[in-house]
């Protein structure tokens, strides 16, 4: 037994209690915490400078839609 | 053999690739430097550059090796296209490209050096260009052992034929001739693995009848190895269901994404977090020099964005379309002594007169796309961080476009050479291009971050702690190895098979520790070179 097998160990016995269902909460949390910061950007920033300001130019909604397909394939399949 | 090209497929097959090559040298005969050649002129549209992303990290090794794992493990390989691209490509689309964008770099290295110092960039250049190198030959290999078992056809032949292919275009098309080559690849690429899905779901039943045949094999693999098909899970813990393969309630293959931390895959959950998604995809959409190469040739800022949003809508679809075959060749052939061979023998066996060549020219697409990607990224890496740097500082761009296609000619050489050594070697396809990856991703995630993000950090610190990352991993790898640990009287370090996920996280750590420790134990770098290197300068400076 070395100190890196008690360190393994340690984490490992603590992980191990850790609820399948805790997890799928942070694997649904990561991409909802994207999301909210995503819709949070200034317009500044997911807009082109010289664009005509619609919403097909807002990068907001590719974004939103990439972060949407992961929340709902981790809350479904998870 | 049952699944022989008929002329059709063969007519198929050619047809895209003469497209391909036409639309490659076509775009060769208007590169003049190596600004076109290694950035395409800042001229790349972002529909194309987000397609160009997905088929690049989209590979042969992917459809073969994906494919066979999720024949041998089920959808959890499906994270590596989730949760492993997803949030890290939307974080770099607002964060970190849209910096190395207005830098106006010609490769990452070349940033390190700005911010830190030349042996950084040495260091790490070095890395990028050995691996990709050495996954050159990977994905040929990939390619050969595809096509041997599909028509079999000679591997040397495949390994020659597809290198000099690849190599055509790219030395003479450069950046653009693989973004724009790619975007095609990507869309035939989805075309050709989709029809595999669709012919298969039907073959086997339906979404219901592939997972009634999937729980079917699960259980008599089950019984074969435990001799207890009638016995209960000893604990009734969700984690103990979920491990136990002969609970009622669990299609392993299917349902369960996120694996417990014990089971017996390189796929459990705290390795998919905390390696994958935290470490390994951060540093492959933000640092790894064929990625991010072509979103410095976008024509604007916003389009570097947007091309990575695209390619984030898209890289949701990709498990479907590649992992699902695996599972449709678990439920028809559950006793493959090799799960890379799951997805060829599919093909094989279900595609119509017609389909196996769209299907071939899909695979082919795979391969090509990436290795077009990695030949004009390691050229670069060549061309402007040893050749530049240290040989002929004031070279002309003329001068520097002949030898960036000097030395793409002689990467396809390597490539050659390096499939013909790995023919010899059982070990997976996915599995060597994971662990080569998680040597130095974390390390070199850690510095680039510490850089972008945290002024205080020093080139001397940021070069030490990248050398003891990379000690790390190479020495959980070697103290994972049943020879050493036999040979120590150790018991496993790692509980699972593979354990590459967590050498990344490890060597992460310890390199993110030393650069901080040596970092604020020595005098800081000069602050007025930091100027537009560090984010919350440029940004403030900016705005």
């Known amino acids: 037994m070395t100190p890196l097998h008690v360190v393994g160990d340690f984490l490992r016995?603590?992980?191990?209690?850790?609820?399948?269902?805790?997890?799928?909460?942070?694997?649904?949390?990561?991409?909802?915490?994207?999301?909210?910061w995503v819709l949070r950007l200034p317009r500044s920033e997911t807009t082109p400078p010289d664009g005509h300001g619609g919403w097909s130019e807002n990068l907001k909604f590719g974004a939103?839609?990439?972060?949407?397909?992961?929340?709902?394939i981790y809350a479904l399949m998870g | 053999m049952q699944g022989a090209l008929t002329g059709i497929d063969y007519t198929v097959l050619l047809l895209y690739l003469a497209a391909t090559l036409a639309l490659g040298l076509a775009i060769g005969r208007r590169v003049r430097t190596q600004h076109d050649y290694f950035l395409a002129?800042?001229?790349?549209?972002?529909?194309?550059?987000?397609?160009?992303?997905?088929?690049?990290?989209?590979?042969?090794t992917d459809i073969i090796g994906v494919g066979g794992a999720a024949y041998s493990y089920g959808m959890a390989v499906g994270n590596f296209e989730w949760i492993g691209c997803v949030p890290a490509m939307i974080v770099a689309a607002f964060v970190f490209i849209p910096f190395f964008w207005r830098t106006g770099i010609y490769t990452i290295p070349e940033y390190l050096e700005r911010r830190y110092n030349v042996s950084v960039r040495s260091a790490l250049a070095a890395c990028w260009l050995i691996f990709m190198a050495c996954n050159?030959?990977?994905?040929?290999?990939?390619?050969?052992?595809?096509?041997?078992?599909?028509?079999?056809?000679?591997?040397?032949?495949?390994?020659?034929?597809?290198?000099?292919?690849?190599?055509?275009?790219?030395?003479?098309?450069g950046l653009a001739a693989?973004?724009?080559?790619?975007?095609?690849?990507?869309?035939?690429?989805?075309?050709?693995?989709?029809l595999v899905v669709v012919i298969g779901l039907e073959d086997v039943g339906g979404w219901s009848g592939l997972r009634g045949k999937i729980h079917a094999h699960e259980q008599q693999q089950a019984v074969a190895t435990t001799g207890a098909a009638s016995e209960?899970?000893?604990?009734?813990?969700?984690?103990?269901?979920?491990?136990?393969?002969?609970?009622?309630?669990?299609?392993?293959?299917?349902?369960l994404i996120l694996l417990p931390m014990d089971s017996p895959t390189p796929f459990p959950w705290t390795g998919i977090f905390f390696?994958?998604?935290?470490?390994?995809?951060?540093?492959?959409?933000?640092?790894?020099?064929?990625?991010?190469?072509?979103s410095l040739g976008a024509k604007s800022e916003y389009a570097a964005k947007a091309a990575y949003v695209w390619g984030a809508v898209l890289k949701n679809t990709i498990p479907f379309i590649i992992a699902i075959p695996g599972l449709i060749a678990f439920a028809k052939y559950p006793n493959l002594p090799d799960g890379d061979q799951a997805f060829p023998r599919l093909v094989a066996d279900i595609l119509p007169i017609g389909c196996r060549g769209v299907f071939l020219a899909a695979f082919l697409a795979a391969l090509m796309s990436s290795v077009d990607s990695y030949l004009n990224a390691a050229s670069a890496i060549v061309t402007s961080d040893f050749y530049k740097r240290f040989v002929q500082p004031d070279a002309t761009d003329q001068h520097l476009l002949r030898v960036g296609r000097w030395v793409t000619v002689a990467l396809v050489l390597w490539a050659i050479a390096f499939a013909f050594y790995l023919t010899g070697r059982s070990e997976g396809i996915y599995t060597i291009f994971q662990t080569m990856m998680s040597f130095f991703q974390g390390p070199a995630l850690a510095i680039l971050l510490a850089g972008l993000l945290w002024r205080r950090a020093t080139g001397k610190a940021a070069l030490i702690g990248f050398l003891v990352g990379l000690a790390c991993s190479i020495s959980l790898f070697t103290l994972s190895q049943p020879a050493v640990t036999e040979a120590l009287g150790w018991r496993p370090l790692f509980q699972i098979e593979e354990p590459f996920l967590y050498f990344s996280v490890w060597a992460f750590l310890a390199t993110a520790l030393t650069v901080a420790a040596v970092s604020l134990a020595m005098r800081p770098d000069p602050q007025a070179k930091l100027d537009y290197l560090v984010f919350a300068s440029q940004r403030g400076a900016s705005k």
């Open chain 2, 178 to 194: 693989v973004v724009y080559t790619d975007a095609i690849q990507c869309a035939v690429m989805v075309l050709g693995c989709l």
């Open chain 1, 64 to 72: 939103a839609l990439a972060l949407l397909i992961q929340i709902a």
């Open chain 2, 232 to 255: 209960e899970p000893a604990e009734s813990t969700v984690a103990a269901r979920l491990a136990d393969p002969l609970h009622p309630d669990r299609v392993y293959h299917t349902k």
């Open chain 1, 13 to 36: 016995s603590w992980l191990l209690r850790v609820p399948l269902e805790a997890v799928q909460v942070l694997f649904v949390l990561l991409p909802t915490v994207l999301l909210i």
């Open chain 2, 136 to 173: 050159l030959g990977v994905m040929l290999l990939a390619s050969a052992k595809m096509m041997a078992v599909l028509f079999g056809w000679d591997p040397a032949v495949c390994i020659w034929i597809t290198a000099a292919f690849v190599g055509i275009y790219t030395v003479a098309g």
């Open chain 2, 41 to 60: 002129g800042r001229r790349l549209p972002w529909w194309a550059i987000g397609m160009s992303l997905v088929a690049t990290d989209i590979g042969g």
């Open chain 2, 275 to 294: 390696g994958l998604a935290l470490v390994l995809s951060p540093a492959y959409w933000i640092g790894n020099q064929a990625i991010v190469q072509r």
